[in-house]
């Protein structure tokens, strides 16, 4: 993956409204605009990295680049689920992501249970490389710290 660390910044939108209501998964979703400036040639697929909302804490994260297939998207979205509890919703929040690695292409599911568990594993995959040594450096890297220097929600 020649695009690999990726790192990006953008504001967080309203997505579909999946996430936590029928997978109890919640996902900070990118706008359009924010999508359509990754490179084209990134593959879809499902990924693995650090995110930071505003200046808080720096989390683990899973993040999915594609169309869902299960839910047969026409537009192409970059939905990141951080590995983390937050209180609230921070739409209008600035997320910074660094992408590191790859987990697996996006593909279709029989069943809902199916796609909840394969988030599942992926989100058990992305906690065991990232807490690689060569994975945890970039969980310090000065892009996460916003220049203006402003709390985001108390996170």
């Known amino acids: 993956m020649r695009h690999l660390p990726y790192f990006c910044r953008g504001e967080v939108v309203k997505g579909f409204g999946r996430g936590s209501k029928e997978l109890g998964i919640p996902t900070a979703n990118f706008s359009e605009q924010v999508v359509e400036s990754f490179p084209s040639d990134i593959s879809t697929g499902i990924y693995y990295g650090w995110a930071c909302v505003g200046n808080g804490d720096v989390h683990k994260m899973v993040l999915s680049i594609g169309w869902n297939p299960f ?11 951080l590995i ?49 040594p060569e994975h945890l450096k970039l969980k ?15 996170h």
């Open 140 to 154: 310090e890297d000065n892009f996460f710290h916003l220049p203006e220097g402003k709390i985001v929600n108390n």
């Open 71 to 81: 839910y047969k998207n026409i537009k192409k979205s970059v939905e990141t689920h």
């Open 84 to 132: 983390h509890t937050f209180k609230e919703d921070f739409y209008g929040e600035i997320l910074s992501i660094v992408i590191i690695g790859y987990i697996r292409p996006e593909k279709n599911f029989d069943s809902l249970e199916a796609l909840i568990s394969a988030i599942q594993e992926d989100i058990e995959e992305a906690k065991r490389q990232l807490d690689l």
